[in-house]
């Protein structure tokens, strides 16, 4: 299909989602060698590893790198495909300003029809998201409340992570010293 800039032009829209990117929060890569990936980013370009992830979480292994306080700017997961022309992208995430976003960014999505993947809380980082698929099949990711790690270095421990397979179970089972405060009740579901 030939590009056509006056439709290009003509798809941009100018609705408003009933929230706000902040910021490209971080990205995922699938890597082929992921020991080599972790000496490049952190040797060659100063990344801080805040956690591992080991084959009992992620059988490629996963490893999470920042350059500033958050949690992870950049995440590598190993296993991808040798050496070919097309790179392997895992998924990107933005960061919204507020718990309350991520709800309503749920019920956003789901009324435009998009799929949604995931829901909830993941282990390191511990950040409240929502993922879903763009109209090419990219994963995307919108989340609230990743963890800050300071120049102390400290990393939040596996023990105090919270897995949570909904947006609900995310809230009412916090990992310490995350307020997951939601100030729209209206936007909790109810167990199906």
């Not at 990936?37 to 490893?63: N, Q, R």
């Not at 993922?131 to 994963?139: A, H, I, K, S």
């Amino acid at each position: 299909m030939a590009f056509d800039i006056d439709k290009v032009r003509a798809a941009i829209s100018n609705g408003t989602p009933p929230f706000e990117l902040r910021k490209i929060g971080h990205v995922v890569f699938k890597v082929t060698d992921l020991e080599r990936s972790v000496a490049f980013y952190t040797g060659v370009l100063g990344f801080k590893v805040s956690d591992i992830f080991e084959k009992d979480i992620m059988p490629e292994g996963m490893v999470f790198l920042r350059c500033n306080p958050d949690h992870h700017g950049i995440a590598l997961v190993g296993g991808a495909a040798g050496p070919t022309q097309r790179r392997e992208f895992h998924h990107m995430a933005f960061e919204l300003g507020s718990l309350d976003e991520v709800f309503r960014a749920r019920k956003h999505l789901r009324e435009a029809g998009a799929t949604i993947t995931f829901e909830g809380r993941r282990r390191a980082g511990v950040q409240v998201a929502v993922e879903f698929l763009d109209p090419d099949g990219y994963t995307l990711e919108l989340y609230w409340g990743i963890d800050q790690i300071g120049t102390d270095g400290y990393v939040r421990p596996p023990e105090e992570w919270r897995d949570a397979r909904t947006l609900e179970a995310a809230v009412a089972n916090p990992p310490p010293g995350q307020t997951p405060v939601l100030h729209d009740v209206s936007l909790l579901e109810r167990a199906k």
